[in-house]
């Protein structure tokens, strides 16, 4: 079978720098780095619609935004095959016969989902595809026999309830789909970037990002309102680095390089912090320092979106060929799954 890797975006919006450090600054590494037999990108818009029935037009107008932000930060169609997945109906059909195998309590149960169900003030009124999207999901990871998700943390129930959907299913009718793992980031600030405003989550449904493709002056007004520590009120204070998003962003991006760079008085990330802990250091100049350190990673990420936005019929045309090599993997395993079933009443 190979090994394959899965994953993919909601088109709710363009992505933001946690989405990079989460998940899409990995997967372009891991293309580059040739060490997978098949790369699949999926723009999830049928998952989108779960929680966004009333609006289409916002899924449909975000499917080129995120296509942009991949080719931007470098997903190379040559490498990387990116779908749409309401085009695949064969996803629909197997996440059908997957949710004989998840009950209720279970799927009320993923931590992820609790979340933001609350978040959405959804408790009275869950839309039976927002709770079941889980098994959606499985469905499209095992459709293509992914072997390996690339995700953030968020996504560790997900991957959970994928390997018991695949593991019931094999016990029930025979070993026919594959289990996958879930690729965490190995620098635990990337797991789940925090927002601007200091809330758990960077989110495109929360508004508290910054995106790739901000411009440098949104960037850094962004950067400078940003919230810290509350408790740092003057110079002199001494500082929490641990809890404050400033210097998460800075575990997240910042490397040896860039103190040479932009901050020759520091040698690394933990001088600054010790300082900062210490007090006497003022949070504006961790914050200026912070603004140079994205601006110089995001930069050739807008230019090279700025190039493509020029470019909108290719880049329909790319996710058109990327969803019709795909759809042909997931024919395959519908096929196998109905076998397996048996039900190919006329095979
Ligand atoms: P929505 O609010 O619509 O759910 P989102 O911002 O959570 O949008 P998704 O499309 O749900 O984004 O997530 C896509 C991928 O990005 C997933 O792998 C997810 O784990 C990762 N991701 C999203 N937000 C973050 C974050 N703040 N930090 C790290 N990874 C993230
Ligand atoms: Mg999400």
Known sequence: MGKVILTGDRPTGKLHIGHYVGSLRERVALQNEGGFDKIYIMIADAQALTDNAENPQKVRDNIIE???DYLACGLDPNKSTILIQSMIPELTELTFYYMNLVTVARAQRNPTVKSEIKMRNFENNIPVGFLAYPISQAADITAFGATTVPA???QKPMLEQCREIVHKFNTLYGETLVEPNILLPKNSACLRL??????AKMSKSLGNCIYLSDEPEDIKKKIMSMFTDPNHLRVEDPGETENNPVFIYLDAFCKDE???EFLPEYNNLDELKAHYQKGGLGDVKVKKFLNN????ELEPIRTRRKEWETKTAEVYEILKQGTAEAKKVAEQTLHNVRSAMKINYFD
Not at 194 to 199: A, C, E, R, Y
Not at 293 to 296: E, L
């Open 66 to 68: 995120v296509a942009l």
């Open 152 to 154: 953030g943390e968020d």
């Open 258 to 260: 860039h103190f040479k």
């Open 194 to 199: 925090p927002g601007l405003d200091g809330k």
């Open 293 to 296: 350190v994205i601006q110089q």
